[in-house]
């Protein structure tokens, strides 16, 4: 089974909303990513976490909060967005050592984010 | 940092042909290139990934070459099918864990 879930598909927010993308994996993957990808351009990176701990934040704006409660899971806290954060949020995850024949990243089928 | 090219940008075939996307990077540690197809609406979904030990990779309609001296991978599809209709991503990664995007390919193959 190669599959990452996220939940919800599409996501209506105000700026002054505060929302939660989630995400969710069962393959034992012990790193998880979180990227942007906006219309016709490939996925920006935005977080990735290692071991259920935070590696690598590519200065991402402080109104986007990762955070991993597990090994499984993996959530992006959305708070006074503005209406160009609009995008498709994806999720992907790997095993995290470099060089193993088993580091390939398996993405979800993203959430789609509308700002208004 | 890496940078990846990818062209063309938007590429159509007839039903049956051959099609092929290049892509080249600028850093000499990647060791790891993967193509993902993406459907409308969907998530990348990975087709084929090579190794920097391996020149060549084959799976079925599906071919991965990889040129290390001149840092340049390329994607072939053969016998294509309206289904292969998609956006194409090449990637490379340089580290551990990053993987850095080429900017997408169009793929429309035409009935």
């Known amino acids: 089974d190669t599959e990452v879930t996220q939940t919800p598909k599409h996501l209506v927010m105000g700026m002054t909303n505060k929302k939660s993308l989630k995400c969710e994996q069962h393959?034992?993957?012990?790193?998880m990513y979180w990227y942007k990808q906006k219309a016709k351009k490939p996925p920006e990176l935005m977080f990735v976490?290692?071991?259920?701990?935070?590696?690598i934040n590519e200065s991402v704006p402080s109104r986007f909060s990762p955070e991993c409660p597990n090994s499984s899971l993996l959530n992006l806290h959305l708070h006074a967005l503005q209406p160009e954060d609009s995008a498709l949020y994806l999720c992907?995850?790997?095993?995290?050592?470099?060089?193993?024949?088993?580091?390939?990243?398996?993405f979800g089928p993203g959430t789609r984010l509308t700002v208004l | 940092g890496e940078n990846v090219e990818q062209h063309p940008s938007t590429l159509s075939v007839q039903e049956g042909d051959s099609a092929v996307i290049k892509c080249t990077y600028s850093?000499?540690?990647?060791?790891?290139f993967p193509w993902y197809k993406q459907e409308l609406g969907k998530g990348p979904q990975l087709i084929i990934d090579?190794?920097?030990?391996?020149g060549e990779k084959k799976d079925q309609r599906i071919a991965v070459t990889l040129n290390k001296t001149a840092k340049h991978f390329s994607l072939h599809i053969t016998e294509t099918q309206p289904e292969d209709s998609a956006v194409y991503f090449c990637?490379?990664?340089?580290?551990?864990?990053?993987?850095?995007f080429g900017t997408g390919t169009r793929l429309t193959v035409i009935p």
């Open positions: 850093d000499s540690a990647s060791n790891y």
């Open positions: 990637a490379a990664r340089p580290g551990a864990n990053n993987l850095f």
């Open positions: 976490y290692s071991y259920e701990k935070l590696s």
């Open positions: 992907a995850s790997s095993h995290p050592d470099r060089g193993s024949s088993t580091d390939t990243q398996y």
């Open positions: 393959m034992g993957h012990r790193a």
């Open positions: 090579i190794r920097s030990n391996v």
